[in-house]
């Protein structure tokens, strides 16, 4: 068709018709194969069922007002939305027909993914834990407090209700359960709601809703540090669960040596006679075996005394019937010779074998609970000597001393400090993911003023820097130092009654210190300006305690002297100049209060947390063990009082006598002391600081003796959580804080004061060489301190 031949060469090949261009391949979006659009058959249904299952992702975001679909999970059946700035994973259908862009789900999603819902519901808590604390335990229902507790407490409720439907509608219920905080707070509304039903009888779920004051703890979470504490307190449990089952086993060993050898030794006491007999009291024949001293034999006690150094029997050791360690009574009579036990005559009143103290009752070797229970207190090394002198008397001073010092080594060195190690790995992995996932924010020395003094003079004049050269000498530093000292050892000579020589002497004293102080303020004002006086915490502290002793004298002065007012206990503030006085001089207390103050400042998140958990559990505590320690005497919880109404309910707390004057005047909200322990769980305050009591180990036992005799042998559960929580996963996660923080602060402060003295070096060493090769004019003044020399000699050179 008409094609040209190339001058001098061969002819061309003849055009062909230009091919087809290949279709350009569409973008994959889905995992399935697409089919071709015109198939049929099975074929093409499974494919395309294949391709709507195995689909991931949304070819783009869908978006439906304020909810932004961002992908899909079809075999997870959810879906990821973005709502508010934050990212969701909600689930597909909500209550098995509700999608995203149903209007109801859609308004339920922007009401709890909303900032103002989550601080309504952050309020709602903690109005719900101040009215757990207002409630008056002791007061009858129908009292005003109580009544409007409980009102407002039911409103909760339906708030706590509302909020639990709708975190439901707007995320499904399975999505919802899938969080354990959720969990909680799913189980609190369901008790709250059944209580609430009256046709329902559970009453006792009540207990249930003190778990919502956990929920704070969720929130906590954003603060990287709290984060860190929470995570490292629920993360340690499981692990301390493995040293729980080391210790266990170690209980049950000490315990099996205990019940094996020491059966029955409590019992064993000094008697009058060497066997029981037969006797005639009120009518009714009984056996008597009168008591002594009321002192345990059998061991390193005998029944025997040294009178004018002679070896003297007073008395014979007996125990009980079934005591396997010859101390038990043999029953010989002509009328009887059968026992109390065997059917035979009792025991007359006050001779039966009874344990010495009343502690004994639940602390002993007579069966394995008793005596683990009694291994758990020795390891808490609270009231452990007690029971190794009983042991002593009773049974065997050699071993007593073997027994309890492996018990103190093996369980309270040892297995507490195991545990410490616990916490502390767990504290670790912890703080490694969190600084593998964010990079660690530098934060300012509390006390950087402290390690140096390199600021420029605010003023050139030549009375601030003669201030300045007044206040860096050091023979003024260090006459400042012995007025300090002189001050705090005058405080010291104060006594009561006053000593009236003493006292002018010590006030005339005092006025020359403070006329010191006064001009000592006035030169570091004069030398560092208002403004550098203040920003340095060493001179704003002074300025603080020299003001604070002006106003005290004042007002001394204008009352004539009579008195003591309240500024003068701000005297004590003066002995923290001396320790100023004492880090701007020496290195190493600099570097020591430095680190402190920093690990103070770490430690305040710990603070939190255990006041929290504190808080926590003096509601729970109260809500189980409110109105049950009442006893005939408060100094002895021996005999437990039970008081009832006519309709068999306990009486709420120990009334007082209407019918005296006292009663008249006093109201249901008071109550007699003298059939209630100092510690109980009566009232918010009380049940706080008996909480943190045990949780310091001081004489918790006593509390847990009075405890068992109130409410029954499971209080000593309660009392080994309070000491496994307070006593060993707080207090160890305290020292692991400790340690690691004083440590870390403890580094960065020493490599900051090398690098200020090699920079001062550094500095020295560019002067001399400076001045080397520099002349400088005598006749013009120069300002004092090697830097402002350097400075000024630079600016000569220059």
Known sequence: SGTRRPRGGPAAPPRMPPAEAPAEKAPVTDLAVRPDPGADGPLHAQAALAERDLKVAAPGPEVHGRVTLLSRDASRRTEVISINGKEKTVANASCCCLSVTNILRYNALVIVESKACDWTILACIGINSILLALEKHRAPPDDPTNVAVAYISNVLSVIFFIECVLKIVAWGFRVYLSDSWNILDFIVVVSAAIEMVPVIPFGGLGFLRLFRVL???????????????????????????????????????????????????????????????????????CWAWPKLD??????????????????????????????????????????????????????????EPAKVSGELDFVHFDHLPAAMLLIFQCMTMEGWTDIMYYVKDAFSFPFAVIYFFLLIIVTS????????????????????????????????????????????PWNSHWLVLQARALTQHPVWQNFIMLIITANVVSMCLSTFPPNVVLE?????????????????????????????YIMNPVTAFDGFVVLISVIETVMQIVSGGKGRGALQALRTLRLFRVLNKFASRSPKIRILLTAMVGTAKALRYWLVLFILVLYICTLMWMHFFANTLQFASADDADEHITRF?????????????????????????????????????????????????????????TIMYAGMRGAGWGFCIVFMLIIFFGQILFLSLFLSMLMSKFEEVSNEIEVREKAQRLGAMLRQETFDKIEAHVDIDDDVPQPSGSEFQVEYVLSRFS
């Open 504 to 532: 002018e002497t010590l006030g005339l004293i005092g006025y020359a210190f403070l006329g010191i102080f006064l001009i000592e303020m006035a030169a570091e004002l004069t030398a560092r300006g208002l403004r550098g």
């Open 215 to 285: 929920r704070p703890l969720r929130s906590l979470n954003s603060i990287p540090e709290m984060k860190l504490l929470v995570q490292t307190t629920i993360g340690a449990v499981p692990r301390l669960m493995n040293v729980a089952a080391l210790g266990l086993f170690i209980f049950l060993v000490f315990g099996i040596i205990g019940i094996t050898l020491m059966q029955g030794i409590f019992y064993r006491e000094c008697r009058a006679a060497e066997q029981p007999a037969l006797s005639v009291r009120d009518g009714a024949t």
């Open 645 to 701: 109404d006519g309709e068999g309910n306990r009486v709420p707390w120990c009334e007082t006598d209407s019918d005296t004057p006292l009663g008249r005047a006093r109201t249901s909200s008071y109550f007699r002391q003298d059939c209630i322990p100092r510690a109980h769980f009566d009232t918010f305050f009380w049940a706080a600081t008996t909480i943190f009591q045990v949780m310091t180990g001081e004489n918790w036992n």
């Open 413 to 456: 060195h040892f297995l507490l400090n195991v545990a410490l190690a616990v916490v502390d790995e767990v504290l670790d992995d912890f703080a490694e993911e969190e600084e593998e996932g964010a990079e660690e924010e530098e934060e300012g020395d509390p006390l950087e003023s402290i390690v140096g003094d390199d600021e420029e």
């Open 294 to 351: 009321g002192e345990m034999c059998g061991g390193n006690h005998d029944c025997t005394s040294y009178e004018d150094g002679v070896l003297m029997r007073h008395g014979f050791c007996g125990g009980h019937e079934f005591d396997t360690g010859g101390y038990a009574p043999k029953f010989e009579s002509v009328l009887s010779s059968i026992g109390p036990s065997q059917g035979g005559p009792p025991w007359c009143a006050g001779d």
